[in-house]
Each structure stands twice: as structure tokens, then as C-alpha cells.
């Protein structure tokens, strides 16, 4: 019964959280507030996480969890070119992400925080979007169309760095994931000059 009402707490924080950390951001947010959405003491948001940042951090895993049973059903499908596969693989995310996209750069704020919260799992850490990432360019050394000599994880980090750094327009003038999108499919067009093969 204990255990009942200890993860009713936590998802009732956790939906609060994410609803706060989007509509009002990150800093803004306090743990007050989200006890007051959820229902629940302040004492209870802190037996159950350690900090805000921790919340912030489990609420972006359980959002990780839907974009990846998405992509599940989406990966085996997609075609054409390494950068083609590379640019709908980042375009389903910008949409996704731009659903809550006070909430995703409150991630990508609080994962380059000068004082990083050891309950946080920062921005670039996801282990299901580099694995992605790299069997869609193994794909490609294996087709043909990526040179075998490829550093790997050096266009993945590229990958990602251009992909976070394209929300500065998402937070400066509010653009939409197409317009996200258009700009990521050119940084991959330009990425993938280095990859092909000579």
C-alpha cells in the first residue's frame, strides 16, 4: 500500500513537473509549485526526488521512452540516402520535442549547468539516439554511400550538437519543427559531403 502511494506521489510530480517546466521554464519553476499542481507537500517532492533537476531529468526519460516506442515502429521503414535516413530520424524528433519546447530546452539548459546535479542525465547522453545514429551509418559504410574510414562518433556528436543548437531558434522567434527541420536536413547535406566516399 506504501509502495501504492509513493508512485502515486511520483506521478503526480512527474506530470506536474512537466507541465510546469513547459509552460513557465525551468528556472521559473519552483518546487513549491510543482507540489502545489501535484497535490502533494513539499516534503513529498523531496523524499522522492533529491532536486529539481532530478525531476526535470525523470520527466525527460518517461518523454524519451514515447519518442523511442515511436521510432520503433518507424525505423525499419525508412529509405533512401544515409543523410536522407539522418534527416527523418531528426525531423521526428524536432516534432516531437516542439510539442513541449519550453520543456526540451529546459533540458538542454540544465544539462550545461556550471554546477551539474549528479541526479541529472544530461543533454547528448542518450544512448538510444547514438545507437540510432551510428546502425544508420554502418548502414550506409555498409551500401556504400559512407566512407569505411569514418570516425563514427565524431559525426554523431556533430550530429548532435547541430541538432541542439538549432532550438536557439525555436527559443529566439518561436520557429516550428519545419522550419527546425529545414535547417537541420541542410546541416546534414553539408556533414555528409565529409562522409562520402572519394
Sequence with gaps: MRDDQKQATREKVLEAARDLFNETGYEETTIRAIAERAGVSVG???TTFASKAEVLS??????LGELYAEFD???PYLRGSTADRLCSIFAIHYEFETRRVKLFLAHIAASYSPSPDPGVTPYGRNERLTQMLREVLEEGVARGDVRPDLDPQLVID??????AWNYRLAASRQASATELSATMDKQIQLIAEGWRPV
Design 58 to 63: 525523470h520527466v525527460m526519460d518517461r518523454r
Design 73 to 75: 515502429r518507424v525505423v
Design 158 to 163: 556533430l550530429l548532435k550538437a547541430a541538432y
Design 44 to 46: 513529498s517532492v523531496f
